[in-house]
């Protein structure tokens, strides 16, 4: 089996970082004026930050998603704890 050493946001933003680079690149080789290219790179920079605000609120979903499941099983663990208790005790 695999181990994860890594986090889910750690993996969103190398995606990010590489998809920043591999556009960065792309445009850097097209044969294009300088505002062109400044435009371009406008867009391409609001692209990024749209894409990074929207991975962030998706992290947050999950986040919130996740805290909530502890939280269940908390309280289940909780209950069979106390469950298991009160029958030693009978």
């Known amino acids: 089996m695999r181990e994860n050493n890594g986090s889910i946001g750690e993996a969103l933003m190398m995606f990010v970082a590489g998809a920043a680079i591999g556009g960065l690149l792309v445009a850097l080789n097209t044969p294009k004026t300088g505002p062109e290219l400044r435009e371009d790179l406008k867009g391409l920079g609001r692209r990024a930050k749209n894409k990074a605000e929207d991975l962030a609120e998706e992290a947050g979903g ?26 030693s005790k009978s």
Not at 74 to 80: D, F, L, N, S, Y
């Open 62 to 87: 999950a986040w919130d998603r996740l805290k909530g499941k502890a939280g269940e099983a908390g309280e289940a663990g909780a209950a069979v704890k106390q469950e298991l208790e009160q029958s």
